[in-house]
């Protein structure tokens, strides 16, 4: 009984380390499929509808994955959209100031795997982002346009104007993500109860 009990404590432990390994090494967006979906509104008195791209493609490095996205959602827009192991780039084909009215909302990206993955932090890329440099609606882009929850990671661009000194505008945003712990303890406790079956077994 008391080996039972040594051999059930060290796997707990085990399983804590697996845990723990999981919470801190970095995943890669490689190989995940990215899909989209654009929050959009024809006029400040409607409510926000969602249109959804059925293309899932993986992200690769490198490569572009969605090279020539053309939005419906009001007003048309031509977008490029690349991602690879830590970052989220898009190429917006300036057509007018900015984002207004009846326009799009926000882009929301989600990358899905098995085993999935979890954003941890998204940063703007500033030295290279000309997104929301100019005279915006809504004030300047910051880290508030960006959210992220599990493996969805939402931008905001309601108001923000385009970079008009050229013929696109460029977003860049840089993403840490791991895998997710659940995975790693699921696999933990699958043993936990084999030995346990084990133990029953042998009583």
Known sequence: MNQYYKQTK???VIGFIFVLLGQTSQASLI????SI???????????VEITEFLDTPAVVGPGVEFPDLVTTTGVDTNIAINAGEDFLEMEIENRGIAFGVGDILEFRFTFDSNPPVEITSATIDTS???LGLGENFAGPLS??????????LTIGVAGLSFNTAEESTFLR???ASVPVPT???LFGTGILGLLRVKHCRAV
């Open 183 to 185: 995975a790693l303890w």
């Open 173 to 175: 945003i840089d993403i």
């Open 31 to 34: 190989g995940t499929e990215l």
């Open 143 to 152: 880290q508030s346009n960006l959210m992220f929850s599990g493996n969805q």
């Open 128 to 130: 290279v982002t000309t």
């Open 37 to 47: 979906q654009i929050a959009f509104a024809l006029d400040a008195s409607e409510p």
């Open 10 to 12: 060290g796997l707990l």
